[in-house]
């Protein structure tokens, strides 16, 4: 089946530095990809949609000067943590649409665990 | 505008008793609804999913859903519990373009032996 792979799994950064983390699909074309984050104990929230080829449309309340996401192929997602803070401490996920596949419009990635000191 | 309510945060169980996990959603359009497993540190994997075809709906490790639209429910069920399906449970709705999908606040599932 359909398999999206995110990397890094963890990441522990320093305050002020920045952390890109990659979202692939592996065997399918996904013209859209996206991210979504998760606090502790609570559930995921959108925070932008991103398509091949054109900006990212994000979410009210989410900085896009602070999340920067790039979609420059059509199996590739990248998101940014740019000048990371701890209160950017968070589980991302990346989903990515296959309108192909039977089963699920979403696949999701495993989520990065991104830990900012 | 969509929505999903899961009511309970926390439900235990013991093995071997029925699983329910309930649902309730709000959709201005008609919905697909969908839930998803979540174990610790991982991603969602889909569980069943409903799409405008039968109501009553299987997924897969033994769990099946049923759409009632006039409840507005999309609740849970497993027949009997086993230990690994401990775990996290969200229900999700989007519309029938699937452009964006919203998730409910999640169930966390505990499975006592």
């Known amino acids: 089946g359909a398999v999206v792979s995110q990397h890094p799994s963890w990441v522990i950064c320093k305050s002020g530095t920045s952390v890109k983390i990659e979202c692939r699909s592996l065997?399918?074309?996904?013209?859209?990809m996206f991210w979504y984050r998760q606090f502790p104990k609570q559930s995921l929230m959108l925070m932008a949609t991103?398509?091949?080829?054109?900006?990212?449309?994000?979410e009210q309340g989410v900085e896009k000067d602070k999340f920067l996401i790039n979609h420059a192929s059509l199996t590739l997602s990248t998101l940014t943590v740019t000048s990371a803070h701890p209160e950017d401490s968070s589980f991302y996920i990346c989903?990515?649409?296959?309108?192909?596949?039977?089963?699920?419009?979403?696949?999701f990635g495993n989520g990065t665990r991104l830990t900012v000191t | 505008a969509q929505s999903v309510t899961q009511l309970g945060s926390h439900v235990s169980v013991s093995e071997g008793a029925l699983v329910l996990l309930r649902c309730n959603y709000s959709?201005?359009?008609?919905?697909?609804l969908f839930w998803y497993v979540q174990y610790p540190n991982q991603g969602l994997q889909l569980l069943l999913k409903?799409?405008?075809?039968?109501?009553l709906v299987k997924g897969i490790n033994g769990f099946e859903a049923e759409f009632k639209k006039s409840e507005t429910s999309f609740h849970l069920t497993k027949p009997s519990a086993h230990m690994s399906d401990a775990a996290e449970y969200f229900c999700?709705?989007?519309?029938?373009?699937?452009?964006?999908?919203?998730f409910g606040s999640g169930t966390k599932l505990n499975v006592k032996p």
């Open positions: 959709s201005s359009v008609p919905p697909y």
């Open positions: 991103s398509n091949e080829g054109s900006k990212a449309t994000y």
């Open positions: 409903y799409t405008s075809a039968a109501t």
């Open positions: 999700a709705v989007s519309d029938p373009d699937f452009n964006k999908f919203y």
């Open positions: 989903s990515a649409r296959d309108l192909q596949g039977g089963n699920s419009p979403l696949h």
């Open positions: 065997d399918f074309q996904a013209t859209t």
